[in-house]
């Protein structure tokens, strides 16, 4: 009898056990619809935060495709500026040469304008 008693009271406290841990569960089953309120709120925002985030690349991707096409179109004006450039560039030199030969050109001239002048002025005296 006493072994049974022992018997009966063990399982007694492993059913108490049994009894407290479904209550306590039952306590946690009770706040499921505030828990279920408080995570599809949370959920609500969570979207809202994902569109406004998509939002945000859909507009970041135009930005760079704007940024994009701005730079394929500075880069054609520098190649024709580069192109201008060359061309100014050999235009420079060219006048450069042409300056620099009618120099040269001036220099005779003014040279032979002086021995002009000196057998001019030796005629007048010869002819004085």
Not at 74 to 97: F, P, R
Request: proline fraction near 1%.
């Amino acid at each position: 009898v006493a072994q049974q008693l022992s018997t009966t009271v063990a399982e007694k406290d492993g059913l108490q056990a049994m009894v407290d841990t479904l209550n306590r569960r039952i306590d946690q089953s009770a706040d499921f619809p505030e828990q279920s309120k408080k995570l599809t709120k949370d959920l609500d925002k969570s979207r809202i935060l994902i569109d406004d985030q998509r939002r945000q690349i859909t507009d970041l991707e135009r930005q760079v495709r704007y940024a994009n096409d701005e730079k394929t179109r500075l880069h054609e004006q520098l190649q024709a500026a580069s192109g201008k450039m060359g061309a100014l560039t050999a235009s420079y030199a060219e006048t450069k040469q042409l300056l620099l030969l009618a120099n040269g050109r001036l220099t005779e001239l003014y040279t032979e304008v002086g021995v002009l002048n000196e057998k001019l002025a030796a005629k007048k005296w010869w002819c004085s």
